[in-house]
């Protein structure tokens, strides 16, 4: 399973998009979305998913 990006929350800031160590997100529009092929919810390499830690707005990257 990979996490997503609630597209109406996100407000482009791109805190998510550098702290990926799988280079799983981009812009797409005027906000960012998670390739699902990419997204590993960083296992293995954090304790949960980094997108979801770094995100100022609470809830906007979560589980698909």
Do not use: H, L, R, W
Not at 24 to 41: L, N, Q, R, Y
Request: aromatic fraction near 4%; include cysteine; charge should be negative.
């Amino acid at each position: 399973m990979a996490y997503k990006i609630i597209a109406s929350q996100c407000t482009g800031c791109s805190a998510c998009e550098f702290e990926c160590p799988n280079a799983a997100i981009s812009m797409k529009g005027d906000t960012f979305v998670i390739d699902p092929k990419k997204c590993t919810e960083c296992e293995g390499q954090n304790d949960g998913a980094k997108c979801a830690e770094v995100c100022p707005v609470p809830k906007t990257c979560v589980k698909a």
